[in-house]
């Protein structure tokens, strides 16, 4: 069987074919992104004339008696220029996008196509609702002129659509690329690319690949990727400091440690084999098993890959993590060996901040798989000529816990690596000043997402996720954090001691879109999609509320409130009112929401 060549496809061209998602695969998931993806063929197509953008691969197979393709990695941005397409153009072939065993699915696509209401229905897949909903958003104020421009740059924007080789297990292929992050290779062809640059020195080319093997492990602190005698040298006597100053300077400390790598190699596996076989003798290596406990105590909200990306956005002095034409940059910005060693020398400084500032997720102890949001440093302590190795809060207390769930607050709102600017954020002002405000740092950053989400004229789905989750962080922050009850003015907040962000990204109306029993219809009436209505939930907890009553909702599942600060102040109001969730309830808490949140964005 001949086997289609990779194809450079047009978005306009896309869908003049059939494609099928198979059963396997993830749910659609997109949110945020969706606005990153519209960003970036505004931001890239100017001339239309001459300008033209590639979104990616497109991993497909079709075998030769099947005229469609079944997808095997980029559903998630078909199935959104799909409903992009579905938006701008609604002649679109309706069989054009098929999920596999799945009819809600298909169901909720053929709502969307016909415009009706019932797209609405608990029978529909909320989440490609707002993805439509979201697209619809984008364009709402836009000109009819800016729509039309906008379909036009479609013809510019391609993707490569490869075939997979023949004989490709699908299932191991899709569970590979979704468990270490997109384009696997990109980060090795990098790494040899750079390495090259330094060729004709084998004790730069040895630091350059020792950093950089260093590094690629995401989910340990960096200290603990090098052997006990480089780790003093490099982040000095407590493990936690990085004072070095370039990679000359790192050579020149490596290069003093007397050491054979490979004749320790060689003596470490004969150890090993001996302990084996050796009755009573310690079975276990200290330094080893203490970097496996690490291994599975933290895990690193990024792949190393994107982990790169980050790196070379620093260095550039921009904010885009696509990896669209990333190793030409790298080739652009490492023509020779000084440009290279300093990539090298950035990405290790950076990762040494990313691992004291940024934070990952820890294994509560005692508590089987789940995880907790944790900010920490890696720290040794020498007393007596006794060594201890501990993790520490990289702030005091109360600091640390407010930069830790203002950072939640931004992880769970950018999912994906590529919308997770913030990180860059912090980087780049690291490497400016160690000493650089955090907090201040990121709630400017909050606050400009927040700005531009245009929330005080938004309604229903098109409240962007950022207003939420940093809306809960200053009810945090002010009511949490103030010790002084009397000057809050939601103290009952106090309580929640132990609250912190959870992975939400379904809005919810507290009052339901669909009216149940004798509950009156708010469907045509604004309060159902007003602010005050409304509180970010996860979407298997917002399946369980379905279209209970607020009253219900609160008494059947009380847990579920507490996801949200501005829930649970929407319970209290509705509780303290003899009357229950009222329109007048609604317009009121939406207004006095909207208030803090446009006080906060006008402070500088």
């Known amino acids: 069987m001949r086997r289609e060549e990779p194809t450079i496809i047009k978005v306009v061209d896309l869908f003049k074919e059939q494609y099928r998602i198979p059963i396997y695969q993830r749910n659609y998931t997109w949110g945020e992104e969706i606005n990153q993806l519209l960003d970036d063929i505004e931001r890239n197509i100017k001339n239309i004339e001459e300008d033209e953008y590639y979104l990616g691969n497109l991993i497909v197979n079709r075998k030769e008696d099947e005229k469609l393709f079944e997808v095997i990695d980029g559903q998630q941005r078909l199935t959104t220029l799909f409903l992009l397409c579905l938006y701008l153009d609604q002649t679109l072939i309706k069989k054009t996008l098929k999920f596999e065993a799945r009819k809600k699915y298909r169901d909720t696509l053929k709502a969307i196509l016909k415009k009706e209401s019932e797209q609405n229905k608990e029978d529909c897949v909320e989440e490609l609702i707002n993805g439509y909903n979201r697209i619809e958003a984008y364009f709402k104020g836009k000109e009819i002129s800016e729509k039309e421009t906008f379909k036009e740059k479609l013809n510019n924007i391609k993707l490569v659509r490869v075939q997979v080789p023949e004989g490709t297990d699908f299932n191991q292929y899709f569970e590979i690329m979704n468990t270490r992050g997109e384009q696997l290779e990109l980060h090795e062809i990098v790494k040899a690319r750079l390495l090259k640059k330094l060729i004709g020195n084998s004790e730069d080319k040895r630091i350059g690949a020792k950093i950089w093997e260093a590094c690629e492990k995401m989910d340990t602190y960096i200290q603990m990727n090098f052997n006990s005698e480089e780790r003093t040298p490099i982040f000095g006597s407590n493990w936690d400091s990085f004072e070095v100053k370039n990679f000359e300077e790192l050579k020149e400390k490596m290069s003093e440690i007397k050491q054979e790598e490979e004749t320790e190699k060689n003596l470490k596996e004969i150890l090993e084999e001996f302990e084996k076989k050796a009755e009573g003798y310690p079975k276990e290596n200290k330094q080893d098993t203490s970097k496996e406990e690490e291994k599975e105590r933290f895990e690193s909200i990024l792949t190393f890959p994107n982990f790169v990306l980050q790196v070379n956005a620093v260095l550039d002095g921009n904010s885009n993590l696509s990896d669209e034409k990333?190793?030409?940059?790298?080739?652009?910005?490492?023509?020779?060996?000084?440009?290279?060693?300093?990539?090298l020398f950035e990405l290790l400084r950076c990762r040494f901040f990313y691992d004291n500032?940024?934070?990952?997720?820890?294994?509560?102890?005692?508590?089987?798989?789940?995880?907790?949001?944790?900010?920490?440093?890696?720290?040794?302590?020498?007393?007596?000529?006794?060594?201890?190795?501990?993790?520490?809060?990289?702030?005091?207390?109360?600091?640390?816990?407010?930069?830790?769930?203002?950072?939640?607050c931004l992880r769970i709102t950018y999912t994906s690596p590529i919308t997770m600017e913030w990180i860059t954020e912090v980087l780049r002002s690291l490497a400016k000043d160690k000493n650089a405000n955090l907090i201040e740092v990121l709630e400017k950053y909050a606050k400009r997402r927040v700005e531009k989400s245009k929330f005080e004229e938004a309604e229903g789905f098109g409240f962007e996720r950022i207003v939420f989750s940093y809306l809960d962080y200053i009810l945090y922050r002010d009511n949490i954090l103030n010790r002084d009850e009397n000057t809050v003015k939601y103290p009952y907040l106090n309580k929640m001691k132990e609250w912190q962000f959870r992975f939400r990204n379904s809005i919810e109306h507290f009052y339901p879109q669909e009216s149940m029993g004798e509950l009156e219809d708010w469907k045509d009436d604004r309060e159902l999609n007003d602010f005050g209505n409304l509180a970010l939930i996860t979407a298997p907890d917002n399946s369980r509320f379905s279209n209970f009553p607020p009253e219900d909702k609160v008494r059947i599942f009380p847990e579920i409130t507490k996801q949200s600060l501005k829930l649970t102040i929407m319970e209290v109001e509705m509780n303290k009112n003899e009357g229950g969730w009222t329109k007048e309830l609604v317009k009121k808490h939406g207004r006095e929401m909207k208030k803090i949140l446009k006080e906060e964005c006008e402070k500088r």
């Open 357 to 408: 500032y940024i934070i990952k997720r820890e294994k509560i102890k005692d508590g089987k798989d789940e995880r907790e949001w944790s900010l920490k440093k890696l720290f040794r302590e020498i007393k007596l000529g006794d060594k201890k190795t501990e993790y520490k809060n990289v702030k005091e207390k109360e600091e640390n816990d407010r930069l830790k769930t203002l950072q939640a």
């Open 326 to 343: 990333f190793i030409e940059k790298i080739e652009e910005n490492s023509k020779d060996a000084s440009e290279a060693k300093t990539f």
